[in-house]
């Protein structure tokens, strides 16, 4: 089976390529089909994101799409920087600029909860949409730490990790506890199906 996944990011691409190996799934990437448009990720929700981009992507290519929205979620700033997450430092700023504005903003305060949150959508031509969700809970970090994994991931302190963050995680931990692989496992019975 191919599927298309609806992204550009290679770090995301070469997450889901690890987790659906075992599948026999081929992942193509947005990268493969130069020509067509990003998607404006407009929605409220990261359900809402994940379900444009899929449905854009399955209907220009006519293939099952995978399309993922995720990212963080801060409890003291209400939730900021949530469905922003990749542009929380403006646009046209990298994860450096996201990471200093966070940290910035978080300086003063105690209360230092968050989670990453995926909502992971399939579309396929029939018309059947199926979307999961992955949770992965923890604090935000004063300083970064480790050089792996990208975005927030050097300032996440994920829960039951002794205090490492998602940087410092080697690619095969991360990818059995990370938000985008429990959004994955629960989809697993989806993409199986013909």
Do not use: Q
């Not at 990208?150 to 990370?178: C, H, Q, W």
């Amino acid at each position: 089976m191919k599927v298309v996944f609806a992204t550009r990011n290679r770090g995301k691409l070469t997450e889901l390529r690890a987790l659906v190996a075992p599948l026999g799934i081929l992942v193509a990437s947005l990268d493969e089909f130069p020509s067509l448009p990003e998607v404006v990720e407009d929605g409220d929700t990261f359900e809402a994101n994940a379900l444009k981009k899929a449905r854009a992507a399955m209907t220009a290519l006519g293939l099952p799409a995978l399309a993922d929205d995720s990212g963080l979620e801060v409890d003291a700033l209400g939730g900021a920087p949530g469905v922003h997450s990749a542009r929380y430092a403006g646009s046209g700023h990298d994860d450096a600029a996201n990471n200093a504005k966070l940290i910035a903003a978080m300086a003063s305060v105690e209360d230092r909860r968050g989670r990453f949150r995926c909502a992971l959508a399939l579309c396929r031509p029939d018309g059947r949409e199926v979307v999961t969700h992955g949770t992965v809970e923890g604090n935000i970090g004063r300083v970064g730490k480790g050089e792996g994994g990208f975005g927030y991931d050097p300032l996440f302190i994920v829960d039951d990790t002794d205090g490492r963050t998602m940087a410092e995680l080697d690619a095969d931990e991360k990818n059995r506890i990370s938000h985008r692989s429990r959004a994955m496992a629960a989809m697993v019975e989806h993409l199986a199906k013909p």
